[in-house]
């Protein structure tokens, strides 16, 4: 097999042989096509008369032969090639491959080379008689192979499967493809390499779009995960096994107007499985933007997590039921809201039956998001309230200490304490007025 080694870059030499070029004409030492530069393709011009004896280009003549004697012995041979080979490799910027080429043109190896110049790694790759690649291996510098591709075509030439094998065990496939007419990955399996058992599996479609995915046990080759997607490639199932049945974690619904989801959530270890135990719901953008959390005993909705457009989460609000002979009912719920620095803003627990606050307090912060003053509500039953209704506490941002405390009846400002402290922290006075 004859074969041509040449780079994806154009190097252009002609000023480094310039100096040498011949009184008898005008073509420079290693210019043997005639070009003007010195490149890849005057090796192969070179290459082509050294093989057949022949070169129907513009090698003729004083100035031709000497422009192919590379190395200047006076003979023009595979030493002048070999020369221009080194010279020309020591321009290559080899953070881009090297490719070798048969006599069809077809890629026989690709080399990537190291900072020094030396072979890192290749790839080589074999055909069959209609020039179609049967074989892709990737070796290390010393040609130990590290991974190999055998492919197989189909009656009408298309590629239908695709081998990979690993370097130690040869026998062991790691990984395999089926492909349609179409050139469609519809099936890819990964195997254990010690056992051959299937590990992973997907499913696509005549499109190319997803449509399931697996994961098997290697020892017992039972499922343990599964994916299901739609005809978009959108995911609306998903179990895992447990013990010796597979149960659904979540399922999910899409809406085409807006392109919101739905994911309703499953507990296989529940005493009722088939019960949501959560729903989430997603935008466009497939960013959350609520959560809910149900108890499948109770049948009631136990937490709510809200989040804006960018997935931070503005609030938090917990349920407290009571039973009666109905059922169980809503007594009261305990709500976080939250700031994009992901402090709270308020802090409230209010109480459904009697329709009014348990407890109120909320959070000021400056622009880097420390805290500058919390205001306390006076709640709950009047027989229990204190002479003020509004207790406001204010905090040096830069230590977190409590600057001072300010009370209030109404609108009425009726007492504020100042607090000083030493340089270890402690509170050295406490001013009331």
């Given at each position: 097999m004859r074969k041509i080694r040449i780079t994806v870059l154009a190097l252009a030499l002609a000023a480094l042989f310039t100096a040498t070029a011949l009184a008898a004409g005008t073509?420079?030492?290693g210019d043997v096509n005639g070009s003007g530069d010195v490149d890849m393709t005057d090796m192969q011009c070179l290459y082509e008369l050294l093989s057949t004896g022949k070169y129907s280009g513009s090698l003729s003549g004083e100035a031709g032969r000497k422009a192919a004697d590379i190395n200047g012995d006076g003979t023009v041979d595979i030493l002048d090639y070999q020369r221009l080979y080194d010279i020309?490799?020591?321009q290559v910027d080899y953070s881009n491959p090297v490719y070798e080429y048969d006599e069809n043109g077809r890629i026989i190896k690709k080399y990537h080379y190291n900072d020094d110049g030396c072979i890192d790694r290749?790839?080589?790759y074999s055909y069959d008689a209609s020039s179609r690649m049967i074989e892709e291996r990737y070796c290390d510098a010393d040609g130990r192979i590290l991974s190999r591709c055998a492919i197989e075509y189909g009656e009408d030439g298309s590629q239908r499967k695709a081998y990979y094998q690993s370097v130690s065990i040869w026998e062991t496939i790691i990984c395999e493809e089926v492909y349609d007419g179409n050139g469609i990955r519809r099936e890819y399996t990964t195997f254990d390499v010690e056992t051959g058992s299937r590990t992973y599996g997907e499913t696509r479609d005549a499109n190319g779009v997803m449509r399931s995915a697996y994961k098997w046990d290697p020892q017992t080759e039972r499922t343990i995960y599964l994916r299901r997607y739609d005809e978009k490639g959108r995911i609306i199932y998903e179990s895992y096994d447990v013990g010796d049945q597979s149960e659904v974690i979540w399922k999910a619904v899409y809406d085409e107007t807006d392109g919101s989801q739905i994911r309703s959530y499953y507990d296989p270890y529940d005493s009722e499985p088939d019960k949501v135990t959560r729903v989430e719901i997603y935008d466009a953008n497939g960013t959350l933007r609520k959560s809910t959390l149900y108890?499948?005993?109770l049948d009631v909705v136990t937490c709510v997590s809200e989040y804006d457009d960018t997935g931070n989460k503005i609030r938090f609000t917990q349920n407290?039921?009571?039973?009666?002979t109905s059922g169980y009912i809503l007594e009261s719920y305990h709500m976080w809201e939250y700031d994009t620095f992901g402090n709270v803003l308020s802090d409230i627990i209010?109480?459904?039956v009697i329709e009014d606050y348990l407890s109120r307090t909320e959070y000021e912060y400056n622009d880097a998001g420390k805290l500058i003053c919390k205001i306390e509500y006076d709640c709950g039953p009047s027989e229990e309230a204190p002479p003020y209704t509004e207790t406001r506490t204010y905090?040096?941002?830069?230590?977190g200490r409590v600057c001072r405390v300010e009370l209030y009846d109404g609108q009425t400002l009726?007492?504020?304490t100042y607090y000083n402290y030493d340089e270890n922290g402690n509170v050295t006075s406490e001013t009331v007025y």
């Open positions: 073509q420079a030492v020309l490799r020591q290749y790839w080589a108890d499948t005993r407290s039921y009571y039973q009666d209010y109480d459904v905090y040096n941002p830069e230590t009726v007492a504020t």
